[in-house]
């Protein structure tokens, strides 16, 4: 599952860096995704819902019960 994850992050980073942003994978503990965001999505205003609606429900299409936690500095 972990591969699958990381290649479905790497599909996701794409857009991310369209707006000048990215992501990057801390660790994965279980069906727990740390992720923390970087460049202009670091500090936008809609982080969580990047995470949250973008990220983790595209994540949810590998297993419906994944979750992703934002790691900050």
Do not use: N
């Amino acid at each position: 599952m972990e591969e699958q994850i990381k290649a479905k992050l790497e599909e996701l980073r794409g857009g991310l860096q369209a707006d000048g942003g990215d992501l990057e994978l801390v660790k994965i503990d279980g069906k727990v995704v740390y992720l923390k965001l970087v460049g202009h999505c670091g500090s936008c205003p809609f982080a969580m819902m990047t995470l949250k609606q973008g990220i983790e429900a595209s994540l949810r299409s590998l297993d419906p019960e994944i979750t992703v936690e934002r790691v900050m500095d």
